[in-house]
Each structure stands twice: as C-alpha cells, then as structure tokens.
C-alpha cells in the first residue's frame, strides 16, 4: 500500500494563500483520485475538495485542488485566508483494491 | 436531506464486547455503500473499512481486518461496526460516511461521530 505525507502544520495571515500539500509514497497521484477533508475542532470532517479539483455545493471558490505527477503531489490551496478556515485538512486517496488511505492531516492555522 | 445518525458514547472495559450503530436516511440505503472512519485521540483520520448494505459485499483496510467486524441491516438501513474483545487502544472517535456513487467516491455525508472509551 501506499501513504500521503502531509505537513504537520502551516500558518499564514488573514488574506494572504497558503498551499498544502500531499505527497503520494509510491504509484502515480493521477492514477486514483484525491479528496480533501476539512474538520474544524469538535466536529466530523466535511469535504472541500473531491476528485481531484472539484468543489461541492457550498464550499467556496476560495479553496482549490490541484495534482502534480512531476512531484506525485496533491495541492489544496485556500486563498483569501479567513479566520474560519482555520481547522485541519486530510487529503485522502484509494489504492488499486478501493480501499482508502488518507494523509496525516495538517494543522491550519491563521493568525 | 441525506443523513447519517449514529449511536450514542460509549465506556467499556477491556475484553468487553461493542457494536455501534450508523443509520441512514433520506437516500435509498441498500444502493450506496457505507464506510467506517477511526480517530485516535490527538490523531488523524484513518480508513477502516466500507460495506454495500445491498449484499454485504465489505472491504477493509489491512490495518482493521480481523480487528473489527462491518456489517449491515438494510431492513432498518443500519451499518454496524462491532469488536468481540474491545482494548485499551480501540479508545477512539468513529465516524461513519457515505462515499458518494462508488466504492472509491468522496465522503458525504458524514455521521457525528460515536466516542468509544474504553479503560479499567
């Protein structure tokens, strides 16, 4: 099986963009697609990104997805920072037999 | 509205047995699969396993298989994760979601969350 490796944390300013990443250890990044999780303290994660770069009803236009196959990398990049997004995001692909792998989650915060 | 309610908290001791509970309403049940998500105190997310109410079909993670038992009801659109012999380290939040259309899809929705302790 294979990993994605988040980093443990990251911070930037109101307003500014930050990018996180998710670095898949082994297979392609394209070959299965990516989710990103959002889960603010106290409460069930919910999804901000889904296959890839697609954005659900309701989250805005603010977060983006991205992959890399040069890096074998996922991005989710928020730009316009809000207080509010300050939370931890999970990246979270399958391997070959659908069975689920999600990264080690990374620590948002915005100051 | 689509909708996942699972069972209340729980505090057991070690070598007890668990089932916990995830019901599903608002969409047909037995058509889309459900999955089982674990979070340590402290810690990440981490996949357990899914199962397709309509015919059993269950899949787990490496990490959870023979660990936990996955199963369903569909005629009270319930899925249940159960252990025989609970330990000190299954002491966890646990989430069950919905992936959407396929085996591999996005989570949505999720279910609240069941906290599970379990000390001496």
């Known amino acids: 099986n294979f990993m994605l490796t988040q980093p443990h944390s990251v911070s930037e300013s109101p307003g500014k963009t930050v990018t996180i990443s998710c670095t898949r250890s082994?297979?392609?990044?394209?070959?299965?697609?990516v989710q990103w999780y959002q889960q603010r303290p106290g409460s069930a994660p919910t999804t901000v990104i889904y296959?890839?770069?697609?954005?659900p009803s309701g989250v805005p236009d603010r977060f983006s997805g991205s992959i890399d196959s040069s890096s074998n990398s996922a991005s989710l990049t928020i730009s316009g920072l809000k207080t509010e997004d300050e939370a931890d995001y999970y990246c979270q692909s399958y391997d070959s037999s659908n069975r689920g792998v999600f990264g080690g989650g990374t620590k948002l915060t915005v100051l | 509205e689509v909708q996942l309610v699972q069972s209340g908290a729980e505090v057991k001791k070690p070598g007890e047995s668990l089932k916990i509970s995830c019901k599903g309403s608002?969409?047909?049940?037995?058509?889309?699969?459900i999955g089982w998500v674990r979070q340590m105190p402290g810690k990440g997310l981490e996949w357990m396993g899914i199962?397709?109410?309509?015919?059993?079909?269950?899949r787990y993670s490496p990490s959870f298989q023979g660990q936990v038992t996955i199963s369903a009801d569909k005629s009270i659109s319930t899925a249940y994760l159960q252990w025989s012999s609970l330990k000190a380290s299954d002491t966890a939040m646990y989430y069950c979601a919905r992936p959407v259309d396929t085996a591999y899809g996005w989570f949505d929705p999720w279910g609240q969350g069941t906290l599970v302790t379990v000390s001496s």
């Open positions: 082994s297979g392609s990044i394209a070959s299965n697609y």
């Open positions: 199962i397709y109410p309509g015919d059993s079909d269950t």
């Open positions: 296959e890839d770069n697609q954005r």
């Open positions: 608002g969409y047909s049940f037995t058509s889309y699969w």
